[in-house]
């Protein structure tokens, strides 16, 4: 009993070394890292709350958190509401055109990030499709600016970029909804609207959930987006972060805002799971 | 008037998986469509219900034509084959569903609801989900589902068959008590004859898309009228042979007497059909010699397998009360059997 009791154990320890090693180790250290402090590119080891409190007393850091947070909540809302329909109107093909349009739906995922950044950065510009169409259509009599390195632009683009995120999730749960259940529902009178309102949407809500975690996520992580396409109203805690890493030479401060935003993507997956565990199915 | 289907058709792709079938269904009768996979039991069943069209003929319901009526607007409801229950409400819920969707007054609706669980004896179960209720509860939420909805007609897609043997007996007893409660039309599709048997007012027999045979239990059992139907139902001894005159078929057994028929022109090649149960021990107007080949105890009932002297590749069947002393024989003992000739049906091959 005992021998292999211990084997197990051993086996367990085994498996567990690889996600320590390259997930739990390294996040341990940035959050040690955090309670340091840098003085002149110097770290000293000695344990503090400098950068949290700089951090919270700090406007420009805390209004560009909250900011960045606000800006993810509408890529999330954006995508959702656009990823929803796309998703359910994939669903509703039949045979192989359904796995065709969903394969086209998640293609761009296979496509290189820069590329996809600068591919929309040509569109939405001065010059870009976006207004050319504009113009055309006699919609502005002058190119727009609108579009371009603003708040506006990083919401665009990080909702084009993620949209695969969701549609993929919703499609799933969409799939997993036996049709007997929707025959049931016309069955016992309900019109397409009542099924979709009570028994399609609800059923796909999990998938909903997870689709908006993954956008969320993303979104919050980002600093290439608001960097290649937000100029300077599109600032978020991303670029900060990478500031502190890449310009200022402030780890340890860099490490506390990591930390903070790590601890705000857990917060997020707790209330998404939280949200899906309140369904029972 | 009730139901009515008129050379009712369905094909897939070029490909006819229903011939044009023609069907009446008086209204509070228990009609049961039975037949083996593919024999297009379930096509008919979802004809009726709305959620297939159909290639040809039309429907009607007491006289209206209801063929091109989506099924949300048919007076029917069904009891599907995976219950179909919607896994996130509530018992209580998924009764109330129909009500609420066809916005029904809730004081209304809330009495009807609690009296249809009542009668299907859901009552204390009512806040549990799907997933909280053996198989046979959910069959009851199924079935509540569809009759507090108050159909004309209630359609039964082989509601029975993920059931265990036990709980099967149950709910078939249960269905039809409700049936006989409510006085709703029920059409049950079903692939088992005892079943068929058991609950039906009447058994349409179906195979390969088309109707072999319509009547009672007891027609279908004892006057089957075409070689799938006699062989369907039970072990049938079936014979085959040559008509001989009105009253006796030439077979290799030699010639055999029937009841009198007119039905069939002489020389007609035919099938003698004998129920098992219709043979007895000993000699009689007629006499089939032959040896016992095999024997099954089964308590009530004890099972014989004859092969008959005069064509040995011929076995017949033969039933035996297990409480008969004479039913104890050994492998090899010769026998002679006989039978009633008004037991023996003549089926035109």
Request: overall charge positive; proline content about 5%; some cysteine.
């Amino acid at each position: 009993m005992m021998p292999r009791l211990t084997a197990r154990w051993l086996i367990f320890l085994l498996m567990a070394a690889v996600p320590v090693a390259l997930i739990v180790a390294p996040i341990g250290s940035f959050l040690l890292i955090s309670f340091f402090r840098a003085d002149k590119h110097e770290i000293i080891r000695e344990l503090t709350l400098f950068n949290y409190i700089n951090f919270f007393g700090n406007w420009t850091y805390l209004g560009t958190y909250l900011g960045t947070i606000l800006l993810c909540l509408e890529v999330v809302a954006v995508s959702v509401l656009v990823g929803y329909p796309i998703a359910w109107f994939i669903w509703q093909q039949k045979g192989s055109r359904r796995y065709l349009m969903l394969l086209l739906a998640v293609v761009p995922l296979f496509m290189s990030y820069i590329v996809k950044l600068y591919t929309l950065r040509s569109m939405l510009g001065l010059n870009g499709l976006v207004n050319q169409m504009l113009l055309s259509l006699g919609i502005l009599d002058k190119p727009s600016q609108f579009f371009l390195f603003n708040q506006r632009a990083v919401l665009i683009t990080m909702v084009v970029i993620y949209l695969p995120f969701v549609i993929l999730p919703i499609f799933l749960a969409l799939e997993r909804i036996p049709r007997s259940l929707l025959h049931a529902s016309i069955d016992l009178g309900a019109g397409a609207w009542d099924t979709f309102r009570r028994i399609v949407l609800p059923l796909s809500f999990p998938g909903t959930v997870a689709g908006a975690l993954f956008v969320f996520v993303l979104a919050l992580g980002d600093f290439i987006t608001p960097q290649m396409v937000g100029g300077t109203t599109g600032f978020t805690i991303g670029r900060v972060i990478f500031s502190q890493f890449g310009l200022a030479f402030d780890w340890p401060f860099g490490a506390a805002m990591a930390a903070i935003l790590f601890l705000t993507a857990l917060a997020g997956i707790l209330m998404a799971g939280f949200a899906i565990s309140r369904q029972k199915v | 008037m009730g139901l009515e289907l008129r050379n009712v058709s369905k094909s897939y792709a070029h490909q006819e998986v229903l011939h044009p079938l023609s069907l009446e269904v008086a209204n509070g009768e228990f009609l049961t469509l039975l037949g083996p996979s593919g024999s297009g039991k379930t096509t008919v069943l979802r004809l009726i219900g709305g959620f297939s069209e159909v290639s040809g003929g039309r429907i009607f319901f007491e006289g209206k034509d209801i063929t091109g009526a989506p099924a949300n607007r048919r007076p029917f409801n069904t009891v599907f084959q995976d219950y179909a229950l919607f896994p996130h409400m509530t018992v209580v819920q998924n009764v109330g569903y129909g009500p609420l969707v066809q916005r029904r007054a809730p004081e209304a609706a809330r009495k009807l609801i609690a009296d249809t669980l009542e009668i299907v004896g859901l009552s204390e179960l009512q806040d549990r989900f799907p997933a909280q209720l053996s198989g046979g509860q959910k069959q009851r939420v199924a079935l509540a589902r569809a009759i507090v909805c108050e159909p004309q007609v209630i359609l039964l897609d082989e509601p029975l068959a993920a059931l265990d043997a036990t709980l099967r007996r149950q709910m078939q007893v249960f269905l039809k008590q409700i049936q006989r409660r409510i006085r709703t039309t029920f059409i049950f599709v079903t692939h088992d004859q005892d079943e068929a048997i058991t609950m039906s007012d009447r058994i349409v027999v179906m195979s390969q898309g088309r109707i072999e045979q319509v009547g009672t239990p007891r027609e279908i059992y004892f006057q089957p009228r075409t070689h799938f139907v006699a062989g369907f139902f039970g072990d049938n001894n079936l014979i085959p042979g040559t008509l001989a005159g009105p009253d006796a078929v030439d077979t290799a057994l030699g010639r055999l007497p029937i009841a009198a028929s007119k039905q069939h022109a002489s020389g007609a090649k035919v099938l003698l059909a004998i129920r098992p149960e219709s043979l007895r021990l000993g000699a009689g107007k007629v006499s089939i010699a032959g040896e016992v080949v095999e024997t099954t105890f089964g308590g009530a009932l004890t099972k014989l397998l004859l092969r008959c002297k005069k064509a040995p590749d011929i076995t017949l069947n033969m039933r035996l009360a297990g409480n008969d002393r004479a039913s104890v024989l050994d492998i090899g003992t010769p026998v002679t059997v006989t039978y009633n000739p008004a037991d023996a049906v003549v089926i035109e091959e």
